[in-house]
């Protein structure tokens, strides 16, 4: 059974191909288009690519799934305030919302249409997140809980997963939403709300909890669950709809922030940190209740907020959970595959593979790779080994583009598409973000840790092989990778199997071998404002635009 899911009416479109249960494909079409999240577009591309993946065409799909029911949002919407009052002063706001999801609807229903796809399908929002993170997971039985800005109805779902089964526990319905309070956050501080967040996650890092009792009167709770005034969630700062509804944000600390490369200025800092704080506070509040009702101490977790690595690391610590799995692509990028694992457990009761990596994305042929360094003046060699020539260099300081295989899904990068350095220097560290991503000084990267040793760098033997769960780095070894860490000790890891990446795991086992440290520090082959690249042209436009010394593509290591 080809089941194809997609998402594609909003911010960051994609599309998913599950074939009888097992994830075959997935891209982002911020990747095939080159504009970041896309906004708007139908994923025709990722559409396109699904299929080709597969070898099959749109008659041998059994259904196509979108990750939104349409309808009802527009029933629901019209009656929720502060909508409510917005629409009633400003009708042409009505009549926009409604064009905005009837429109969303149609292109939908007439794509399938034209393409003579055997069935078309509205899967519930949430429902599509918690697919992920159970089926996913691999586990038998856990706690399940999306979370993000707005789904269809509700900011939040939290179930029981035991079985192969997936049982509501409740609902957090809107307004109440801590993803749009962080939204809004994220443009009160100067960053692109649904973008900057891990911005203002990293900020947070340098700031306090000074403002801790103005946050606990925004964020409010009825028994265990959070609970928000209106305007706290939706305003002005995220949502056009909401036209002359001020943030409470902007009551207390004035007007807007214009960006600030760097906002740490004994205010902005200690906003994001408190702001961090009150979430972390009110999912474990949320979370420890099922936790003692239940017994469970398992949690998968999806949706927007659970790209709140720091948030995932302290729900880990603070609820002593025994394991944790974030999924890889947990805003609504990963509602595409959300939506065809959703489909095919409700409507046919097949059984879903669960996702230990990340890479099911595009891949380049090592003829195409050769046609485009062949139109390059670089000078290209063709090593014996191109991970050890790559931790060679890595361990000579040098910072080296990664292009290997089949590109990750998700906002991190998991060695396939990965700018390198070397871990043990803070000096390798600003120099790709000053000379190569072109961003700000002060913010953090992630490591690479091999599977085997990470117990001695996060202090667990969790496996987290997707930087979605930020761990503190026991002191011993602190010294070690001041490159890789975070102001506060902690770092955003990616545990490496050998199984999952054999190519990325030999080349930190060579750096291992040169240095005696088993990490490597990774971030996104991209510049600031940029999709991760997608081909051996974008990889190797970026190497000759930036400071990068060598790019490892494919069996060749490209130098200037």
Not at 4 to 26: E, M, N, Q, R, Y
Not at 84 to 110: C, G, M, N
Not at 428 to 445: G, H, I, M, Q
Request: charged content about 20%; some cysteine; glycine content about 8%.
């Amino acid at each position: 059974m080809n089941i194809l899911g997609i998402t594609g009416f909003f911010h960051d479109p994609s599309a998913a191909l599950l074939v009888d249960g097992k994830l075959v494909a997935f891209v982002e079409e911020e990747r095939l288009v080159r504009v970041k999240h896309a906004i708007g577009t139908f994923p025709e591309r990722s559409i396109e690519f699904c299929l080709q993946t597969a070898r099959i065409n749109f008659g041998d799909l059994d259904a196509i799934v979108c990750e939104h029911d349409m309808d009802v949002i527009l029933a629901h919407d019209p009656e929720m305030m502060p909508y409510r009052q917005t629409f009633k002063s400003y009708p042409e706001l009505r009549a926009w919302h409604r064009e905005i999801f009837v429109s969303a609807k149609t292109r939908f229903l007439d794509f399938a249409s034209k393409k003579c796809i055997r069935k078309a399908v509205f899967a519930p929002h949430h429902h599509t997140h918690l697919a992920t993170a159970y089926y996913g997971s691999g586990f038998d039985e856990a706690l399940v809980l999306s979370i993000d800005g707005r789904g269809d109805t509700q900011s939040a779902i939290i179930a029981h997963g035991v079985s192969g089964e997936i049982r509501i526990l409740d609902e957090v319905p809107l307004p109440s939403s801590l993803g749009l309070l962080y939204a809004g956050a994220t443009k009160f501080l100067g960053y692109m709300p649904f973008d900057g967040e891990g911005t203002v996650m990293g900020l947070a890092a340098y700031g306090t909890d000074a403002y801790r009792e103005f946050f606990d009167e925004l964020v409010g709770r009825n028994g265990h669950c959070f609970v928000m005034k209106p305007d706290v969630a939706f305003n002005e700062l995220v949502d056009p709809l909401c036209k002359g509804i001020i943030s409470p944000l902007e009551a207390r600390f004035g007007k807007p922030r214009e960006f600030n490369p760097d906002p740490r200025n004994g205010l902005d800092e200690n906003i994001a940190a408190s702001l961090q704080a009150c979430v972390e506070r009110a999912v474990a509040d949320y979370l420890r209740h099922y936790i003692e009702a239940t017994g469970i101490k398992k949690l998968c977790i999806a949706g927007g907020v659970a790209l709140n690595s720091k948030m995932n690391g302290q729900l880990f610590r603070l609820l002593e959970l025994e394991d944790i799995y974030a999924f890889p692509v947990s805003g609504d990028a990963g509602c595409a595959i959300g939506a065809a694992m959703w489909y095919a457990k409700e409507v046919h009761n097949q059984n879903i593979s669960p996702i230990s990596h990340a890479y099911f994305g595009p891949s380049v042929a090592d003829d195409q790779i050769l046609s485009a360094l062949e139109k390059t003046s670089f000078t290209v060699l063709k090593p014996d080994n191109i991970a050890e020539a790559s931790a060679n260099l890595l361990a000579e300081h040098k910072i080296v583009g990664w292009f290997q295989g089949r590109m990750e899904g998700g906002a991190r990068a998991l060695g396939a598409r990965s700018i390198l350095s070397n871990p043990t220097s803070v000096a390798d560290k600003d120099a790709v973000n000053v000379r190569v991503k072109f961003r700000e000084p002060w913010r953090p990267f992630a490591p690479s840790i091999l599977y085997e040793r990470r117990q001695r760098y996060t202090g667990s033997l969790v496996q987290a092989p997707f930087m979605t769960v930020t761990f503190e780095v026991p002191e011993a070894m602190r010294k070690e990778i001041p490159g890789a860490m975070h102001v506060d000790n902690t770092i955003r890891v990616q545990t490496v199997k050998r199984e999952d990446n054999p190519l990325y795991y030999e080349a930190i086992s060579a750096f291992e071998s040169k240095t005696g440290t088993p990490v490597l520090t990774n971030t996104s082959f991209n510049r600031k404002g940029e999709p991760i690249v997608s081909t051996a042209e974008e990889a190797l436009a970026m190497f000759g635009a930036t400071s990068m010394d060598a790019l490892a593509i494919g069996p060749y290591l490209v130098t200037k």
